[in-house]
Nanobody, 125 residues
Framework: QLQLVESGGGLVQAGDSLRLSCDAS????????MAWFRQVPGKEREFVAT????????YYTDSLKGRFTISRDNAKNTLYLQMNSLKPEETAVYYC??????????????????WGQGTQVTVSS
């Protein structure tokens, strides 16, 4: 079992930065590929980025163009998402999740479980 709690969201202006955290409890975090997703009300949850269990491999959705960085600290059981140059259209609830099936680069919702409750990010124009 894995419990995940996101934090770090808030209200920022376009162009600002935020760092999200996902604190994990449970012994499987260190062996799990982890990912961030985001969801706007009325739309499907979409993949943002994933990091391999050891933190050495990362993969991002194309639209981010190098502005976001996913990382992890296995000693602290924490996953991070550094978001720079935020845009208003990136306003969403951001979730972390652990991959339980599929390829490590998978962005498919069905491949993930143990979702956190989400943290709201609001970017004003």
């Amino acid at each position: 079992q894995l419990q995940l709690v996101e934090s770090g969201g808030g209200l920022v202006q376009a162009g600002d930065s935020l760092r999200l955290s996902c604190d994990a409890s449970g012994r499987t975090f260190r062996s799990s590929d982890m990912a961030w997703f985001r969801q706007v009300p009325g739309k499907e949850r979409e993949f943002v980025a994933t990091v391999s269990w050891g933190g050495t491999r990362t993969y991002y959705t194309d639209s981010l163009k190098g502005r976001f960085t996913i990382s992890r600290d296995n000693a602290k059981n924490t996953l991070y998402l550094q978001m720079n140059s935020l845009k208003p259209e990136e306003t969403a609830v951001y979730y972390c999740a652990a991959r339980v099936r599929g390829n490590w680069k998978s962005g498919a919702l069905r491949d993930y479980a143990y979702w956190g409750q989400g943290t709201q990010v609001t970017v004003s124009s």
